[in-house]
């Protein structure tokens, strides 16, 4: 079964400060990897997806994430946030093959303070 | 972007009445959706994964006389949350799998519900 971890519980960040939130994810099979994004109040938006090809992914809202398979990690990044920016985080990974669901992280809370 | 859609987003119920949540697939069709649940401060859990036209199958740990889901077409499911308590307050999510477009997951806006 997969598993997905991110270490970061809750970053602060001034704007304009470069992002990187970890993700970790166990499997021994071939995955696909997303990040959501969950605004205050708000549902779950998509920010970026990596299914095979280009391991750098660039996504919506400036970010990319960069899947590194020897290190099973596909951290998230931004150089230079924004206050808009402040939301949770989450990362999720699947099975490649067959209908599997998303397993998630715990997430990740970003503040973006002025 | 596909989009889920999920009715009602808040709802109160009193406990021990029970509470229906819909989760439609608007523009695609869906043979897969899934039910998640997120406690305050906390990630998604899977409850149950639900496939047009059969049974949905639980996770461990989720009672599935208490969480009712139906997935009758291709383009709603619904959780059925029987005989609610305050323990079954929490933030309601479902997904559903974009048919022939690949593995891409898209999310409905969540439910709230407040048993009261």
Same mark, same amino acid.
């Given at each position: 079964a997969q598993s997905v971890s991110q270490h970061n519980h809750h970053v602060i960040l001034s704007e304009a400060a470069s992002l990187e939130l970890g993700c970790n994810y166990s499997y021994g099979g071939t995955v696909n990897l997303f990040w959501y994004v969950q605004y205050p109040g708000q549902h779950l938006q998509l920010l970026l997806k990596y299914f095979s090809g280009d391991p750098l992914v660039k996504g919506i809202k400036g970010f990319e994430a960069e899947f590194i398979k020897s290190k099973f990690s596909f951290n998230l990044r931004k150089p230079s946030v924004q206050w808009s920016d402040t939301a949770e985080y989450f990362c999720a990974v699947n099975a490649r093959s067959g209908n599997t669901p998303l397993v998630f992280g715990k997430g990740t809370r970003l503040s973006v303070i002025a | 972007? #596909?989009?889920? %859609?999920?009715?009602?987003?808040?709802?109160?119920?009193?406990?021990?009445?029970?509470? &229906?949540?819909?989760?439609?697939?608007? /523009?695609?069709? #869906?043979?897969? =959706?899934? +039910?998640?649940? $997120?406690?305050? &401060? $906390? %990630? *998604? =859990?899977? =409850?149950?994964? %639900?496939?047009?036209?059969? &049974? #949905? !199958?639980?996770?461990?740990?989720?009672? &599935? /006389?208490?969480? *009712?889901?139906?997935?009758?077409?291709? !383009? *709603?499911? !619904?959780?059925?949350?029987?005989?609610?308590?305050?323990? /079954?307050?929490?933030?309601?999510?479902?997904?559903?799998?974009?048919?022939? +477009?690949?593995?891409?997951?898209?999310?409905?806006?969540?439910? +709230? *519900?407040?048993?009261v």
């Open positions: - | 972007g #596909a989009v889920v %859609s999920q009715h009602p987003s808040r709802v109160i119920c009193k406990s021990g009445t029970s509470v &229906k949540i819909e989760c439609r697939s608007l /523009d695609f069709q #869906a043979t897969t =959706m899934f +039910w998640y649940r $997120q406690f305050p &401060k $906390q %990630s *998604l =859990m899977l =409850m149950a994964t %639900s496939n047009e036209g059969s &049974k #949905a !199958t639980y996770e461990q740990g989720v009672e &599935k /006389d208490k969480f *009712l889901i139906n997935h009758a077409s291709l !383009t *709603l499911s !619904t959780l059925t949350v029987t005989s609610a308590h305050p323990e /079954d307050s929490s933030f309601y999510i479902c997904s559903a799998r974009v048919t022939g +477009w690949g593995n891409t997951i898209y999310f409905g806006e969540g439910s +709230w *519900l407040t048993v």
